[in-house]
């Protein structure tokens, strides 16, 4: 045990870890063997001696009077000594007085430097532990990569991420995806675990819409840089997702800038997702103008926003042209209820007997507008 402390930097470069936290579990792990070698109920501290470069175990025990009755309690005696006692150490200790004992581990022979050994392996191995449950806790919500090394009996996917292995659970796989040992993915962190019977457990999700917001920083400069903004998400995967942006720069069009020179952005993130349809909106924090964005392709009529007593957005009622009900729907729902995933409302569908107008109508409609607009501008 001599010089113990010259094996920090060592412990500190293989394990990856700070010196000074290494320092620390050495000091824990002295303290724990000298509780098992010499009384579990004395009260020991961890001394560090920089000119010996070892580790001293000291008692420190509170100087009492000969009397007192805490000398009698078996369960807490331990950590006090009678002034008749404490005056063999020090003849000038006082009442109340803290007394520091020294102990040698030394003298303990093989089975103090048998606990030590252990303890040592031990306080390391939770301290390497810690590192990586606190690395990975911080990546939660972050794309990460790594290669299949197993897929069990009930379709999980174990990937191996640097130092340690996570789990893919066949719920947080996108449907029709097939994994095999040797294979790259990639994935969100969803969930960090530690327990002393399993250690550190990492889920993992390709099914968030984390996992696509993510993907999409990752082919879209703007996005990664901040130039544009991902404000909102929601995704059936592998089928749809709906994705509201916003550009924090004047020049910069969000939605133009996500999908790319002929979709090539969208598209290469659609193929990660195996085909998943993504659309790409403008956000605007007027929620009537939001839902309509967000309802396409379906053409509506008007929105209409229900509050409760306090003010809060409760559903939105949507009235819109008979023949635009299916595509506000979409297939199976998959519209509606992505509408309804990000705008955080119920939605509700009203019809009316009118027909929307088609591109040509819109197109003049908007055409006559502007020339009323005109008229109004030069008589005013």
């Known amino acids: 045990m001599e010089k113990i402390l010259d094996i920090v930097d060592a412990i500190a470069n293989e394990k990856g870890l700070n010196p000074e936290k290494v320092t620390e579990a050495l000091k824990g792990a002295f ?47 331990p950590a006090y000594i009678s002034i008749k006692d404490a005056r063999e150490y020090d003849d000038q200790v006082e009442l109340d007085d803290q007394l520091q004992i020294p102990h040698e581990l030394e003298e303990y022979g093989r089975t103090g430097a048998s606990h030590l050994h252990r303890e040592i392996e031990y306080h390391i191995q939770r301290l390497v532990e810690d590192e990586v449950f606190n690395k990975y806790k911080s990546k939660i919500g972050t794309l990460v990569t790594g290669r299949v090394t197993r897929v069990d009996h009930q379709n999980a996917t174990y990937i ?10 066949m719920k947080n ?25 399993n250690g550190i457990q990492i889920e993992l999700s390709r099914t968030s819409p984390k996992f696509l917001e993510e993907l999409l920083a990752l082919e879209v400069p703007e996005i990664s840089d901040g130039t544009v903004i991902i404000e909102k998400s929601a995704r059936i995967p592998g089928e749809r997702a709906k994705i509201a942006l916003f550009s924090t720069h004047p020049q910069v069009d969000a939605v133009g800038a996500t999908v790319g020179v002929k979709g090539v952005r969208i598209n290469a993130v659609s193929q990660e997702l195996i085909g998943e349809n993504i659309d790409c909106i403008e956000y605007t924090t007027i929620p009537e103008l939001f839902l309509s964005r967000i309802m396409s392709p379906a053409i509506i009529s008007a929105v209409e926003i229900v509050r409760d007593e306090n ?70």
Do not use: C, W, Y
Request: no cysteine; net charge neutral.
């Open 31 to 77: 303290v724990q063997t000298a509780k098992r070698v010499i009384n579990p109920k004395f009260a020991f501290e961890a001394v560090i001696n920089n000119q010996t470069k070892t580790i001293d175990i000291i008692q420190t025990i509170t100087v009492v009077a000969d009397n007192d009755e805490r000398l009698q309690d078996p369960e807490i005696a």
């Open 160 to 169: 191996e991420i640097d130092e340690i292995r996570a789990v893919l659970p």
């Open 173 to 197: 796989r996108i449907k029709g995806e097939i994994f095999k040992v040797g294979d790259h993915l990639k994935a969100v962190v969803r969930r960090v675990d530690m327990n002393k019977e």
């Open 311 to 380: 003010g809060e957005a409760q559903k939105a009622i949507i009235t819109l042209p008979s023949d635009q009900k299916s595509k506000a729907i979409g297939k199976n729902g998959i519209n509606i209820r992505l509408a309804s995933m990000l705008s955080g409302l119920n939605i509700e569908l009203v019809e009316t007997d009118a027909k929307a107008p088609q591109k040509g109508e819109m197109q003049e409609q908007r055409e006559q507008k502007e020339g009323v607009d005109a008229l109004k501008a030069l008589f005013n």
